[in-house]
T-cell receptor, first 113, second 112 residues
Framework: KAGVTQTPRYLIKTRGQQVTLSCSPISGHRSVSWYQQTPGQGLQFLFEYFSETQRNKGNFPGRFSGRQFSNSRSEMNVSTLELGDSALYLC????????????FGSGTRLTVV | GESVGLHLPTLSVQEGDNSIINCAYSNSASDYFIWYKQESGKGPQFIIDIRSNMDKRQGQRVTVLLNKTVKHLSLQIAATQPGDSAVYFCAENSPNDYKLSFGAGTTVTVRA
């Protein structure tokens, strides 16, 4: 059974640009969540989607957005990139709630220069 | 074995000894807790979970203890091996909250 797949694995962008990251959940999982991981702030929740609806959102500026498609795949977008957006972006999927098969992908390492 | 009473960011343990990693959680409404292991370049990997109606749960070489009175969680690793070297995170979830809240993480280094 394939795990959570995140693409790309690595990305280098310039300040002011925008970026789109992709996450394909485990087959059958309908919930997809996104987290940002930095050395200073640790793992911080960005947002969660279930059946194309955002059910929860973390405390991040509006430059961070996401969406989920009918096949449960999800994308997140960061516009007007700042140096501080450099981080490992992790996606997790589950059947529905956190306590039901919550599994992380390997992440996308974003570097903003 | 090596143990820490309070959360410390790093833990060095001799191979073969037992390790204890501690975590304090903040939300008294949390009813589900997970321990994750994260190796360099990888995403967090599930180790063991526990629900609030339990105070102890055992897996293969790992045991999680939950003390709801003081909002404290611990992970015990028996006979620590070099492959256990990683960063360990505790995480909590509360009902109808579709996210995990993570602790700061403890870096475990196993000495040969």
């Amino acid at each position: 059974k394939a795990g959570v797949t995140q693409t790309p694995r690595y990305l280098i962008k310039t300040r002011g640009q925008q970026v789109t990251l992709s996450c394909s959940p485990i087959s059958g999982h309908r919930s997809v969540s996104w987290y940002q991981q930095t050395p200073g702030q640790g793992l911080q929740f960005l947002f969660e989607y279930f059946s194309e609806t955002q059910r929860n959102k973390g405390n991040f500026p509006g430059r961070f957005s996401g969406r989920q498609f009918s096949n449960s795949r999800s994308e997140m977008n960061v516009s007007t990139l700042e140096l501080g957006d450099s981080a490992l972006y992790l996606c997790a999927s589950s059947h529905d709630r956190v306590n039901y098969g919550y599994t992380f992908g390997s992440g996308t390492r974003l570097t903003v220069v | 074995g090596e143990s820490v009473g309070l959360h410390l960011p790093t833990l060095s343990v001799q191979e073969g000894d037992n390790s204890i990693i501690n975590c304090a959680y903040s939300n008294s409404a949390s009813d589900y807790f997970i321990w994750y292991k994260q190796e360099s370049g990888k995403g967090p990997q599930f180790i063991i979970d526990i629900r609030s109606n339990m105070d102890k749960r055992q897996g293969q070489r790992v045991t999680v203890l939950l003390n709801k009175t003081v909002k404290h969680l611990s992970l015990q690793i028996a006979a620590t091996q070099p492959g256990d070297s990683a960063v360990y995170f505790c995480a909590e979830n509360s009902p109808n909250d579709y996210k995990l809240s993570f602790g700061a993480g403890t870096t475990v280094t196993v000495r040969a």
